[in-house]
């Protein structure tokens, strides 16, 4: 019998019912230390006071009231994102995937109004995840996430991850965009070289398609600067937000230029939800933190202490690491056995880590992690580690 719950994921054995900052309490009351924050989502950790209090005087006021009125907490973020970034331009989703949807309507549009209706394609990179809809999946193109779910939406193209021969070969008439994570999470914690962003900013500038960055699970801090891209020192057009810009409210948003962004006149998108009043409260307090050029260099000192601890835990078990990658705070442990086992040995550990792609282990904690929760962290990996050595 079909579970009552749809059965399309795999869940561990474990019912988190409150959080504390870097902690997660389960049913039993056993206490993890949380490295996944819900896939970069928990950016503050859990029931940070900031985000409680803004939530709660906001559901006290006004839950909703439609994006057929002005939204004063919507403007306030979008403001703040539009002073922080690249961008001249927010629209406000729920999720990273319906970030991708307007993404790829956008760069679209942009060329159909600018008289070159046949620049549809959109090339975007093997081990890609860009979310769940037909269009991300399509966007992705991986046999796993696409098969069954035919026809998909024509116009997508892919090319090997740091191929620059087969990404020329690829462009052509037709191209709108090239639509990339700077730093690829589901695929396994692969950050894009500098000189490679560098390289597809100028390739887009001289054949006049349009960048597309997905840093729904990069941004917001992540990596140490507000943005992943900012470190290369270009900009996109279009980019793609969800996860940490809401600490665990479902929000996201599409960052755009003027120039990309200015075919999408009223009603050519839209969204009952996007920008509601709870999500944007939350995400206003959100970024009061993270947009702090102080709590940005926190975040790339702590990252580069954890990296430090587990470069010395992948010596002492050679036999079950293989090496540290990433940047900041979305750093990857490869594995030499399976890392779903490493995972399953960190909860009896009590620690939460992320499986991803490429054997990698995903370590994703809270920014708001404390430099004697990151040597616990590495201390109960190296348990988990142990355990597994003699298993
Ligand atoms: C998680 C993720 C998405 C999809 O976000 P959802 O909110 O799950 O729809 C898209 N792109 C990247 C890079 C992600 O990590």
Redesign the pocket.
């Known amino acids: 019998m079909i579970p009552t719950i749809l059965p399309t994921y795999n869940r561990a054995p474990l019912a988190f019912v409150k959080g504390e900052g870097s902690w997660l309490i389960e049913a039993d009351g056993r206490r993890f230390l949380d490295l996944g924050a819900g896939?970069?989502v928990n950016a503050l950790g859990h029931a940070h006071p900031d985000l409680v209090a803004a939530l709660t005087e906001q559901a006290g006021a006004l839950w909703h009231s439609s994006n057929l009125f002005e939204i004063p907490r919507q403007q306030e973020l979008a403001d703040r994102l539009v002073e922080a970034s690249f961008a001249d331009t927010v629209f406000f989703t729920n999720?990273?995937?319906?970030s991708?949807e307007l993404a790829v309507k956008m760069a679209r549009k942009h060329f159909h109004e600018a008289g070159q209706p046949e620049r549809t394609g959109i090339i975007a990179f093997e081990g890609a995840?860009?979310?769940?809809s037909t269009a991300?999946i399509a966007a992705a193109g991986s046999e796993k996430m696409t098969h069954g779910f035919g026809p998909l939406m024509p116009g997508f193209r892919h090319v090997p991850w740091g191929d620059h021969d087969a990404l020329h070969a690829a462009i052509d008439d037709t191209t709108a965009a090239i639509l990339i994570?700077p730093v690829q999470?589901?695929g396994g914690i692969r950050p894009l070289p500098d000189q490679c962003l560098k390289g597809l900013r100028a390739l887009c500038d001289e054949r006049g398609i349009l960048l597309v960055l997905?840093e729904?699970?990069c941004g917001m801090g992540r990596t140490g600067r507000l943005f992943a891209h900012e470190w290369a020192g270009v900009t996109p057009d279009i980019m793609?937000v969800?996860?940490g810009i809401g600490g665990g409210f479902p929000l996201?948003a599409v960052l755009a230029t003027e120039r990309a962004a200015r075919a999408m006149s009223a009603g050519t998108h839209g969204s009952t939800y996007g920008g509601n009043p709870l999500g944007c409260a939350v995400g206003c307090a959100v970024m009061r933190h993270v947009a702090d050029p102080a709590f940005l260099a926190e975040v790339a000192r702590k990252g580069a202490l954890m990296r430090q601890r587990l470069e010395g835990l992948v010596a002492a078990h050679p036999d079950i690491f293989k090496g540290v990658r990433g940047m900041g705070m979305m750093l990857g442990l490869e594995c030499r056995v399976p890392n779903a086992d490493v995972a399953r040995a960190g909860h009896a550990a009590q620690i939460v880590t992320v499986p991803a792609a490429d054997n990698v282990l995903r370590l994703l904690p809270p920014l708001t992690i404390s430099d004697d929760e990151i040597a616990e962290g590495v201390t109960r990996l190296e348990a988990a580690a142990a355990s597994l050595a003699t298993a």
């Open positions: 896939i970069a999720s990273g995937t319906e991708c995840f860009h979310g769940r991300a994570e999470g589901e997905d729904v699970q793609m969800a996860k996201g």
